[in-house]
């Protein structure tokens, strides 16, 4: 019954979940479409997005009066855990749509669980998995029937680009590949498209401007297929002396060159994996982009078609809203760690490998406001995004004040090479 669930969620148009927190209880209740009388259904709590190291809850009709408690440890099938803090409340199939409700602690103390905290004053809250099926046990969802996404389980589910939307004079500039040919002779593909952003703007070079958000725009059509992408900020300008990234083997070429400045590579900006939702700066803040910074855009997308299917056209992307009123702050970007994953600071500059097995390796950045304008001694850190390429299994960030105090720790206990989310 909807009715006993004040907070509910589509994650797809075939699968709709609905919740309440009673005290230290979380009540669950799921819906999806089945094609019959039979079929499974599963939920998820995934601390990077995907498969590895979610928490899930799976309900079959092969047991009409069973939940069955569960963990992945991969992309593959769930693992039953040893003990079950799921508690059965009902299941079954009436009218092509497939339900359980289940009730079970917000912490139980469980190794094999993950601990419901209160994500109200966070931006993403807690990431979910969803996937079901109409065979009567578990089995391979398959591309269709899978669904990550992201959900507050401790306030109304709100979408923080509505409040951007919202403002006077904001603008959006769509960057979306036109009709792009996935193609069908290679399993992995990736795609390079470099931007001049004041073309896509509509504005000249010299006109500063913030962005509010960026937000992932998936054709549905393909949405299978794109594994993930980013967005890289270059800062550079024809007329400067740079180095650029042509058309070519590498890069495709649309609209203009990416700009490398003379320092360096550009930022990483953004990174969408299924699930991820926009990314919206704090209010009162704004990414600046032209008027002597980021210049051009280079996304990098990411294509699996291991069918190898042909006539895929994909027009998937980012659409970035801006303004011309600069706000009272500016975001920046800081990339520190390993990014290479040479071990430079192990070597006196020199890259080395990683050995073979497991291995622990720990860099410090003594100042972090040491890659900043002139005259900012002090930064507010809002999100970080901990990535270790395919090389990592568990990562932490510490950052402590001048005095050496623990002002935030970020970790990842699984990571997903497939799934790279903000943390708040």
């Not at 792009?180 to 952003?197: G, Q, R, V």
């Not at 600071?345 to 002139?374: H, I, M, N, V, W």
Request: proline share 4%.
């Amino acid at each position: 019954n909807a009715n006993n669930y004040p907070l509910s969620k589509q994650v797809d148009s075939d699968y709709t979940m609905y919740w309440k927190i009673d005290g230290n209880t979380f009540h669950l209740g799921i819906e999806a479409s089945v094609s019959g009388a039979t079929g499974w259904v599963g939920f998820g709590i995934s601390e990077a997005g995907g498969m590895p190291g979610a928490d899930i809850v799976y309900y079959e009709t092969s047991k009409p009066t069973d939940i069955t408690d569960a963990h992945a440890l991969a992309y593959s099938a769930p693992v039953i855990d040893d003990c079950n803090d799921w508690t059965f409340v009902s299941g079954g199939v009436e009218a092509g749509k497939l339900f359980f409700e289940a009730t079970r602690p917000l912490s139980t103390g469980d190794g094999q669980d993950w601990e419901l905290l209160d994500d109200s004053a966070t931006r993403n809250g807690h990431q979910i998995i969803a996937a079901w099926g109409d065979t009567e046990a578990i089995g391979y969802h398959g591309p269709t029937k899978r669904k990550a996404d992201a959900v507050h389980f401790f306030k109304e589910p709100s979408d923080p680009l509505d409040a951007v939307k919202a403002i006077e004079g904001i603008q959006f500039a769509d960057i979306l590949h036109d009709d792009f040919d996935i193609p069908d002779d290679a399993i992995t593909t990736y795609e390079y498209w470099c931007i001049d952003m004041a073309e896509k703007m509509g504005l000249s070079g010299d006109t500063a401007v913030h962005i509010l958000a960026i937000e992932p725009v998936i054709d549905a059509d393909t949405a299978a297929h794109v594994h993930h992408f980013t967005v890289d900020g270059y800062a550079g300008t024809e007329s400067s002396e740079t180095e650029f990234y042509s058309a070519g083997e590498s890069y495709r070429q649309l609209g203009s060159q990416c700009r490398r400045t003379q320092s360096g590579d550009g930022a990483k900006l953004y990174a969408w994996t299924p699930g991820n939702q926009a990314l919206v700066f704090p209010a009162g803040t704004g990414l600046r982009m032209l008027g002597g910074s980021f210049r051009s855009f280079m996304i990098d997308t990411h294509y699996d078609n291991p069918e190898l299917l042909s006539g895929l056209k994909d027009s998937s992307g980012i659409r970035v809203w801006f303004t011309t009123t600069l706000q009272a702050q500016d975001i920046g970007v800081m990339q520190i760690g390993d990014p290479k994953v040479a071990l430079t600071d192990f070597a006196d500059g020199a890259f080395l490998t990683l050995p073979a097995g497991k291995s622990k390796y720990s860099f410090s950045c003594t100042r972090l406001t040491q890659g900043f304008a002139e005259g900012v001694d002090q930064v507010t850190v809002f999100a970080s995004m901990l990535h270790m390429h395919e090389y990592g299994q568990r990562q932490e960030l510490r950052i402590k004040d001048a005095n050496g105090r623990l002002k935030r720790r970020d970790q990842v206990q699984v990571y997903d090479f497939r799934q790279n989310g903000m943390i708040d």
